[in-house]
């Protein structure tokens, strides 16, 4: 394998490896698709009158580059580093970037940055063995998850309440004794026939504030003595589950452990679904509440939460968890108790 200057010649070799590169290190999502000509235009600038390298292999043919510029007369930029799948881990990344530091340090650079995508570990890794540090860090975000954080559009929720009972009655009987207690002009409470051993609840005070809902359902599950079973979504993008036992919890699940602030270290893994639990008190496979109650650091990193949670409901063999109280208006069967 060579390592040698590349001019303006080996565009169309470089302009392959590129596009390789390319679909398999997609952009971030926020930039959108990346415009080609655009880019291989920046590519023949470098290559006329900037730094450039390609490796080839004992054939000629090329199997990595390497590209730099000159930004300010001290600091150069690491526009594009790859190399080829078929030689990698013999040495060749390396090599490239021994020439474009040589080369830059030949015009008096002094420093070198690069940009590399947050979900490319491997070529961070890389850079961090190298010495490259973050400096700068880029953070990105929908505008309309932005504006709903901020207030600048609502952000809503809802939730269901359901009890491990077929005794309709008890449970009728429970809500008409809580629920005028629950504070805030509600409109009532709407309750369910058994569905696959599970009667649900439906509140409009709770539907709006996720606290009275966790309220009410610690109160139906000391009231009844049964596994409930709370499962709701939070500011739209939350997926937040707890079950309760003997009006106690026993476990709870919070998609982004970590949305309303920082938390120590042992809260973070305690809002992460207990596969265990889950499977004694629901019948769910352990396996597959593993699959679908994930945590992440953001909720752009899970599936939508209405998604996220019809999954978590179905393989609890829950139903009617993908609606709230306004919805359930217009079901067939649902009682409705008023509050008096």
Not at 215 to 235: F, H, K, N, P, Q
Request: hydrophobic share 40%; aromatic share 6%.
């Amino acid at each position: 394998m060579t390592v040698r200057r590349a001019g303006t010649d080996d565009f169309e070799a470089i302009a392959s490896l590129w596009r390789d590169f390319d679909h398999e290190i997609r952009p971030p999502i926020h930039e959108g698709p990346t415009n080609d000509e655009k880019e291989l235009a920046e590519v023949v600038e470098i290559l006329t009158s900037e730094t450039a390298f390609v490796a080839v292999d004992d054939d000629g043919s090329p199997v990595g580059f390497a590209l730099a510029r000159q930004r300010t007369p001290a600091l150069g930029t690491l526009t594009d580093l790859y190399v080829a799948r078929a030689a990698r881990r013999s040495g060749v990344g390396t090599e490239l970037m021994r020439e474009v530091l040589a080369a830059l340090r030949a015009r008096g650079i002094e420093h070198i940055d690069l940009e590399v995508v947050a979900s490319n570990a491997v070529a961070r890794s890389l850079y961090g063995r190298w010495g490259f540090r973050d400096e700068v860090v880029v953070m990105t975000g929908s505008v309309a998850a932005l504006e709903t954080r901020l207030g600048v559009q609502e952000a809503s929720s809802f939730g269901s309440i359901h009890i491990q009972s077929d005794n309709l009655s008890a449970v009728e009987d429970a809500v008409r004794q809580f629920v005028p207690r629950l504070p805030g002009g509600s409109r009532g409470s709407l309750v369910s026939p058994p569905r696959n051993g599970w009667i649900a609840v439906y509140d409009d005070v709770c539907d709006r504030n996720p606290e009275m809902l966790r309220r009410l359902a610690r109160e139906l599950c000391d009231r009844m003595g049964s596994i409930t079973l709370l499962l709701g979504v939070e500011r739209d993008e939350l997926v937040r589950m707890i079950l309760f036992e003997r009006g106690r919890i026993v476990d709870e699940y919070l998609s982004v452990p970590e949305f309303y602030g920082p938390l120590p270290p042992g809260d973070v893994v305690g809002l992460a679904a207990n596969p265990t639990v889950v499977s004694r008190l629901t019948g769910a496979e352990p396996d597959e509440v593993r699959r679908i109650a994930r945590t992440a650091s953001a909720p752009a990193d899970l599936p939508p939460a209405s998604e996220l949670l019809a999954e978590l409901a179905a393989a609890m063999r829950v139903e009617g968890a993908g609606h709230g109280w306004e919805e359930g208006l217009g079901l067939e069967g649902l009682l409705r108790v008023d509050r008096p």
